[in-house]
């Protein structure tokens, strides 16, 4: 048996408008976010960190493959994906370090393909090494690097919140009154 639930159009138009509503809001607060320079030198510092320890990562699991007879398809995507990604990255490294001279984040289209472009490739070279060694924990890494980076973001939205609600005024208490509530 199947349940119907009829729809109150005005309802429905109303959370529409108040979603689309809330996604503005936050459109703007990340907007806002990336304006802001500390926030952009922050940026610069923790890229820093992820691309050094890609090339690093990249380094140690290429060498085996540079002295080896011919491999499989997982070595050689390893090998192909970090001649890709090691150039990249270690540009990535030097402009950070122009970016955090100059206190501000390059607004060029070029570098914003290239960062995650990057990165990609090195996390393909990572899979690609370690299903090379094991295809199970090839997986592993492919589900543990797309959990972490979930657990990255929420964390960092859950942060940035709290910093914004903490420096935003404080706006005065509404009262709320439940529909059989009268006033006298």
Partial sequence: MMT???????QQAEQIRQAKE???????????????????????????????GLIAISLVLVQPFLTAAPVGWSA???????????????ALVLLNRQEDFRRRVTDSRLVRVTRPLAQLLAFVGVAAGFWHIMWPAGLGILVSGFAAMMVHS???????????????????????????????
Avoid: M
């Avoid at 050689?76 to 270690?90: D, R, T, W």
């Avoid at 935003?168 to 009154?177: I, R, S, T």
């Fill in 4 to 10: 119907i639930v009829a729809v109150d159009p005005e």
């Fill in 154 to 184: 929420a964390g960092y939205f859950r942060l940035e919140g709290v910093a914004k609600a903490a420096t935003a005024p404080a706006k005065p208490a509404e009262q709320v009154h439940a529909p059989d509530d009268v006033e006298e």
């Fill in 76 to 90: 050689k995507a390893c090998v192909i994906a970090f001649s890709l990604a090691i150039p990249l990255l270690a």
């Fill in 22 to 52: 809330e996604a503005r809001r936050l459109a703007a607060r990340i907007q806002q976010a990336t304006e802001e320079p500390e926030q952009q030198r922050e940026w610069i510092r923790q890229s820093n960190v992820i691309y050094g």
